[in-house]
Antibody, heavy 123, light 107 residues
Framework: QVQLQQSGPGLVKPSQTLSLTCAISGDSVSSNSAAWNWIRQSPSRGLEWLGRTYYRSKWYNDYAVSVKSRININPDTSKNQFSLQMNSVTPEDTAVYYC?????????????WGHGTMVTVSS | DIQMTQSPSTLSASVGDRVTITCRAS??????LAWYQQKPGKAPNLLIYKASSLESGVPSRFSGSGSGTEFTLTISSLQPDDFATYYC?????????FGQGTRLDIK
């Protein structure tokens, strides 16, 4: 049974860096048949895909244009997890952040989600 | 980006009712449309992908149809556990995008 366990702070100051981690059990971050995504949800923006990382003989990343200049999604094979870093945050980045698995045959749909982390950007 | 529009925004129904939710895409997405159910304080749960493929473990009272730009999610006989918010999502191209949600309330 695949599970995703999220961790990271719930409060970040404006202009600082948001950092979240998603630990994977029951699958591998290096799997050739999955991709590992970050998605956020807020009342103002709804559900918004942020980016993904995946391994197909080498590592790839895709990012949403809206946040591309500010984010990095990195795999950590030694701990079987992946992370989100978003810099220069503003109150508009306040949201519930989810990590999610994309089984490759689903081609962009997400079958396993983390429990979500409420992140508030405030001084 | 492809815009996804759901209707209605809110739907009131009773246990045993048949309900339909519609999702429209701003351009053709072939059959690459997914549906999720979300309950308060929980992550979305995948119900259907590729317009009509039922995810493993999802009850057969859920079904999806459509192609191109217009899609529907049907719940054949509402159960108490089905009162939740439903989202569509296009998974034809990145960035994947979601509809704004349809809240299904008890009448």
């Amino acid at each position: 049974q695949v599970q995703l366990q999220q961790s990271g702070p719930g409060l970040v100051k404006p202009s600082q860096t948001l950092s979240l981690t998603c630990a994977i059990s029951g699958d591998s971050v290096s799997s050739n048949s999955a991709a590992w995504n970050w998605i956020r949800q807020s009342p103002s923006r709804g559900l918004e895909w942020l980016g993904r990382t995946y391994y197909r003989s080498k590592w790839y990343n895709d990012y949403a244009v809206s946040v591309k200049s500010r984010i990095n999604i990195n795999p950590d094979t030694s701990k079987n997890q992946f992370s989100l870093q978003m810099n220069s945050v503003t109150p508009e980045d306040t949201a519930v952040y989810y990590c999610a698995r994309e089984r490759w045959e689903l081609r962009g749909a997400f079958d396993i989600w983390g429990h979500g982390t409420m992140v508030t950007v405030s001084s | 980006d492809i815009q996804m529009t759901q209707s209605p925004s809110t739907l009131s129904a009773s246990v045993g009712d048949r309900v339909t939710i519609t999702c429209r895409a701003s351009q053709s997405i072939s059959s690459w449309l997914a549906w999720y159910q979300q309950k308060p304080g929980k992550a979305p749960n995948l119900l259907i992908y590729k317009a009509s493929s039922l995810e493993s473990g999802v009850p057969s009272r859920f079904s999806g149809s459509g192609s191109g730009t217009e899609f529907t999610l049907t719940i054949s006989s509402l159960q108490p556990d089905d009162f939740a918010t439903y989202y569509c999502q296009q998974h034809n191209s990145y960035p994947v995008t979601f509809g704004q949600g349809t809240r299904l309330d008890i009448k």
